[in-house]
């Protein structure tokens, strides 16, 4: 009896779900600590990065500091802040102090703490009386740039003070513009802008004097909205100059994407300079040759288009010829660090489906693919050390190590572990066919987690949103596909044309042709997932996506209705002319649409899902942000009430405190509860029938 019970025991383990195994889940994804930001000790013997943490009961996140040492016996993470959130670690040029920013005393202030032996309090380095928005450190180490919101018409800091106290005591609400941006992504704009400013620090490592604006005078923000960061900005090797990138357009800022690279002196002894006034679009990243003569950087070709390629570029200081280093290179570069000795530049860049790491040699433009196997995120080079962060579509960001090309790569850290212990991910595969034009796409197909060899599983539909963007192997956040595949199900998504990571020609040819090229691709890569993998319910499948993704749900519901039991459209687009109009960065829809919607109304109209309502009849779960101002809420709201009027099946799941996504750790519980309750009502009914 005893045997026959332990043989029963065996094989209950080994069937698919038993024991342990179970699926991925959506509380899972919320409740994963966040690797990021890895920043490698100057003397390469220990790494410092960003954990963040989140309590899904009090539904909030934090951010903390770790370090890892690299050399001696403890090569265990140490935990170095457990006071309110920190975040940006930044070492000094010595490798004793750790700078970085916390809002522990009520605002966002810089912050450091002295690791000349791991522990010891931090000590505040900035009171200001505005938010630091980000910093970096001066060469020596004795002074730093900071960024701080202020009113561009006022003097100094204090005037900027004394105006918001005005505006918190005034009795009246309503707000006056007479120019865009009137808000932006998810803030409403009240006139003032990121600007820079330098501040010296005594022997005591705390400011000392009032900080000095350098880059008053221009009416733009850096880093720019709503996404930069201390990358927008740097200083020279001697400390005497800071190079910084900012869009100078005034009433035309709504549609321009002309930043540029100005360069000014650090004790403001003169006004800024306009290194690149010569290109209209984008230049980004300023970083100095170690000579401080050059700057490499990255710079966009064509006004307007902000998915346009970034080329890496050389520039000299005091003027001249900018110079395209890898000009045959067909992938848009991401942030730029400069190897010691000046030999290589290193980049990440977005292709076929990963987000890799690539070396540049300078002397010849010669590109080396060095990491791939996933996403790459913030990196760090030491002298003879590569760090970075990697996720891919099995697992959260954990670090990495590597020699400087590329090899001996080792995992350094290992947070989640424990928590996902028992927790089976669903085996993924790449694949490619032949798309638009018989011109090749790829895509991914991902298991369920309990896949069981001649099983059929339901689909969930995935397309990615931007739409010059890519969703491939990485481990997102809000659309993860494992959250899917945790439910038995099966996950299709696909790089169709304008995905970016394929060359600049396969991202340029969406423009224009949103409901075209796009969903002949969707089309073709249905029909070849369906004929190769044996596994996927044709039967059983619902289209999901957002943003950009979102219009082509709204698209597919009246161009493609045939194979789906249900649509999920999050902040998606239901009225292209109206979208023209309502959204805050005008040069994005005036790109794709080639020209506004009073001079081009054909082109909105052309692709337009408001004018194929009456073919909808798909059941329908539409989500939306208050907080949305890049596809105002009022589209979701549109898409809902046709359906209702329309007496489709339809759900409407409305966020009042969400921008274009969804943040806040309950939230994104709640929406992937009713996306998986409403995917799972229809894949049953389908079954049932």
Known sequence: MHRVLFLACLLLLALPGAGADRGFTAEDLVRLDRVSDPQLRPDGSGVAYVLREADLEANRASTGLWYLPLTGAAREPVRLTTTGSAWSPRWSPDGRFLYFLSSRSGSSQVWRLDLAGVGGEAMQVTALDLDVGS????????????????????????????????????????????????????????????????????ADGRVEGAPLWVSRGLDGDVPSKPFGGDEDYAFSPDGRQLAFSMRVAGRAEAWSTNFDIYLVPADGSAAPRNLTADNPAWDAGPVFSA?????????????????????????PVQGGAPVELAPDWDRSADTVVLARGEKFLYTTATDLGEHRLFRIRLADGKVERLVQGGSVGGFALGADTLVFARDSLRSPAQLFAARLDGSGER?????????LAGVR?????????????????????????????????????????GPQGS????????WNPQTYAGQGWAVVFIDFHGSTGYGQAFTDSISGDWGGKPLVDLQKGWAYVLENFDFLDAQRACALGASYGGYMINWIAGNWPEPWKCLVNHDGVFDTRMMGYSTEELWFDEWEMQGTPYEKPENYEKHNPVRHVDKWKVPMLVIHGQLDYRIPVEQGLAAFTALQRRGIESRFLYFP?????????????????????????????????
């Open 291 to 315: 000579d401080g003569r050059s700057l490499y950087y990255r710079a966009m070709k064509r006004p307007g288009f902000e998915a346009d390629r970034f080329a890496l570029m050389r520039r």
């Open 411 to 419: 995992q350094l850290t290992r947070h989640n572990e424990e928590r």
């Open 425 to 465: 991910m669903g085996e993924f595969q790449q694949f490619r066919f032949a798309g638009w034009n018989g011109e090749t796409v790829h895509g991914y197909v991902v298991k369920p987690w309990n896949f069981q060899r001649g099983k059929r599983y339901p689909v969930a539909f995935i397309v990615h949103g």
């Open 471 to 478: 969703m491939g192997n990485s481990f997102h956040y809000r």
């Open 657 to 689: 405190d969400e921008n274009h996504w969804v943040l806040k750790p309950a939230n994104s519980v709640q929406w992937h509860r009713e996306v998986n309750a409403w995917l799972a009502r229809h894949f049953e009914s389908a079954d049932g029938r």
């Open 135 to 202: 910093f970096r450190v001066s060469p020596a180490g004795d002074a730093l740039a900071v960024t701080m919101e202020v009113f561009p018409d006022c003097s100094d800091i204090a005037c900027t003070v004394k105006r918001l106290e005005q505006t918190a005591e005034r009795k009246e609400s309503g707000q006056v513009h007479d120019r865009l941006f009137v808000r932006h992504w998810d803030v409403w704009k009240d006139g003032r802008r990121s600007q820079l400013f330098v501040v010296r620090l005594g």
